[in-house]
T-cell receptor
Framework: RKEVEQDPGPFNVPEGATVAFNCTYS??????FFWYRQDCRKEPKLLMS???SGNEDGRFTAQLNRASQYISLLIRDSKLSDSATYLC???????????FGAGTQVVVTP | ETGVTQTPRHLVMGMTNKKSLKCEQH?????MYWYKQSAKKPLELMFV???????ENNSVPSRFSPECPNSSHLFLHLHTLQPEDSALYLC????????????FGPGTRLTVT
C-alpha cells in the first residue's frame, strides 16, 4: 500500500468554480503535511503547509484530519493558472524525508 | 544564476553508455537530493546528502552512482542503464536536512534506448 494516496483526476473545473480533493495517508506517525504544485513539464514547488486547525492562503484552503488520516485542498474561484498537478506530501522523520503522493491533476477550463 | 539548475535537460542514451547528470544549487543550502519521477507515480527519493555526506541510499541499483563534491554540486553517474530507468530525474535542495521546503531543479528527462 502506498504511504500517500491521491485520486489522479483529472478534475475538470470551470473557471470561477470551487474544487476540492483529498489525499489519504497510511502512516499514523506522519507528523507534517504539505501541498506542492507541479505545472506541466515543470518542477514541483511548495504551495502551502497543512495544519489540523486549517490553513488558508488566499483562494486555497488546506485541512488535516488526523482521525481519518486524510488531507484536503480546496481552491475557490478557480483561475486558468490553477491548472496543475497537486502533490500531497507527508513528512515523518525528523531529518526531512518527504513522502510524495502521485498527484491530482486539476484542469481549469474557460 | 539563482535557484537549482540541472544539466542536461534532456538525455538519450544507450544501455551501454556512461553519462552523468549535474545539479547545482545557488541557494546556500546544506542538503541535496536526487529523485526519480515516472509517469503517474510518486516521486521516488534516491539519494540524500547533507553537508556532502550521503545520508540515505534508498536501495537504488548500483548502476546509479551519486557524487557530492561540495555542498553546491551534486552529480548522478549513470552506467549500463535499463529501459525502465527512463524517467524525469529531479534534483532538489533544502536549507537543512530537516527543512520541509525543498527547491527543485527543472529536471533531466532521460530516455534509455
Amino acid at each position: 500500500r502506498k504511504e500517500v494516496e491521491q485520486d489522479p483526476g483529472p478534475f475538470n473545473v470551470p473557471e470561477g468554480a470551487t474544487v476540492a480533493f483529498n489525499c489519504t495517508y497510511s502512516n499514523s506517525a506522519s507528523q507534517s503535511f504539505f501541498w506542492y504544485r507541479q505545472d506541466c513539464r515543470k518542477e514541483p514547488k511548495l504551495l502551502m503547509s497543512v495544519y489540523s486547525s486549517g490553513n488558508e492562503d488566499g483562494r486555497f484552503t488546506a485541512q488535516l484530519n488526523r482521525a481519518s488520516q486524510y488531507i484536503s485542498l480546496l481552491i475557490r474561484d478557480s483561475k486558468l493558472s490553477d491548472s496543475a498537478t497537486y502533490l500531497c506530501v507527508g513528512k515523518t522523520d525528523s531529518w526531512g524525508k518527504l513522502q510524495f503522493g502521485a498527484g491530482t491533476q486539476v484542469v481549469v477550463t474557460p | 544564476e539563482t535557484g537549482v539548475t540541472q544539466t542536461p535537460r534532456h538525455l538519450v542514451m544507450g544501455m551501454t553508455n556512461k553519462k552523468s547528470l549535474k545539479c547545482e544549487q545557488h541557494l546556500g543550502h546544506n542538503a541535496m537530493y536526487w529523485y526519480k519521477q515516472s509517469a503517474k507515480k510518486p516521486l521516488e527519493l534516491m539519494f540524500v546528502y547533507s553537508l556532502e555526506e550521503r545520508v540515505e541510499n534508498n536501495s537504488v541499483p548500483s548502476r546509479f552512482s551519486p557524487e557530492c563534491p561540495n555542498s553546491s554540486h551534486l552529480f548522478l553517474h549513470l552506467h549500463t542503464l535499463q529501459p525502465e530507468d527512463s524517467a524525469l530525474y529531479l534534483c532538489a535542495s533544502s536549507q537543512d536536512l530537516g527543512s520541509y521546503e525543498q527547491y527543485f531543479g527543472p529536471g533531466t528527462r532521460l530516455t534509455v534506448t
